[in-house]
């Protein structure tokens, strides 16, 4: 199979697992999201650290230790993947599985937000169109909902601040997330043998089957992480650009459909702005790809 093929089957790999994911937390009730949350970080800082060891990674890991300023980054990273994961288990076991998928839906658009407000970055017209569709859209959701969409939000913002954590470090997937899950592991570990101690913990309580899921959050944890990283270095980002958006398809899919969230006609509005404004932000940045690679082919002909 050619690189660039198997890159985009690994890529698409990634985001299939990631939308699919509204059907694996309700499986692990009666635990509660954040014991779930709890469960899912130690079980990943276990599988990272066997996948460390088994990729000789050690050393890029120690060198991560040396650099303070990666660190103090990947500690950010740590935070604010740790946030998102647990809104994310909140939001899909509390029925609210459209609104997670409106978090990575609005997340790319978040993404240039946060560039223009952290990095200085300046947009283009067309992205400040999209910009501005997307903040009109929060606004119909909100009316809709009654409330701000709190959930979706905290999902995009929490992202994005998580990728610019990332890209501001720029270390490996692998020794990166397991620096971030060690790094919460353990409060995580703690609450858990508190929850224990107090009889409100459910691990050892609900049969194997419900062990070997819980065990499991790391494996589904790891794996699209592998996949996606993998991807990235056989295909063009332009490429993982436009698959970013199969993850929250499917999860609005699986919402509508398989789930039966109520969907009003103000919601549909709402939602239709969103993909109106990724639709204009997604054909400038194409445009811009095509732009940029003709006048390198341009500088090179000279």
Not at 33 to 43: C, G, Q, S
């Amino acid at each position: 199979m050619p690189d660039q093929r198997r890159g985009l089957l690994l890529g698409f790999s990634a985001y299939l697992i990631w939308g699919a994911f509204p059907l694996y937390w309700p499986l692990l009730a009666p635990s509660g999201p954040v014991e779930i949350l709890a469960h899912r970080i130690v079980w990943s800082l276990l599988v990272m650290g066997v996948l460390l060891l088994a990729l000789r990674r050690t050393a890029a890991l120690r060198a991560v230790l040396r650099e303070r300023r990666t660190a103090a980054l990947l500690g950010v990273a740590a935070v604010t993947i740790t946030i998102n994961w647990g809104t994310y288990i909140y939001g899909v076991n509390s029925d609210r599985v459209v609104e997670t998928s409106l978090g990575y839906f609005i997340n790319p658009l978040v993404t240039v937000l946060l560039g223009v407000l952290v990095l200085g970055e300046r947009l283009r017209r067309p992205q400040w169109v999209a910009l501005t569709i997307g903040f009109v859209a929060v606004v119909v959701l909100t009316v809709d909902y009654g409330r701000p969409p709190v959930i979706a939000l905290v999902l995009a913002f929490s992202f994005g601040t998580y990728g610019l954590a990332k890209k501001s470090a720029d270390v490996g997937a692998i020794e990166s997330l397991t620096f971030e899950t060690a790094v919460i592991a353990p409060f995580a570990l703690g609450y858990l043998v508190w929850l224990g101690a107090a009889g409100e913990g459910h691990f050892l309580g609900e049969g194997a089957g419900h062990v070997a899921l819980l065990v499991a959050s790391g494996v589904v944890t790891a794996v699209p992480l592998l996949c996606f990283g993998a991807a990235a270095t056989r295909v063009s980002m332009t490429t993982l650009g436009l698959l970013q958006y199969l993850t929250p398809t499917l999860q609005f899919a699986l919402g509508v459909t398989l789930l039966g969230e109520h969907m009003p006609p103000g919601r549909w509005v709402g939602f239709a702005l969103v993909w109106l404004a990724l639709a204009i932000f997604t054909a400038e940045a194409l445009r811009h790809h095509r732009r940029q690679l003709a006048l390198a082919a341009e500088c090179t002909a000279l």
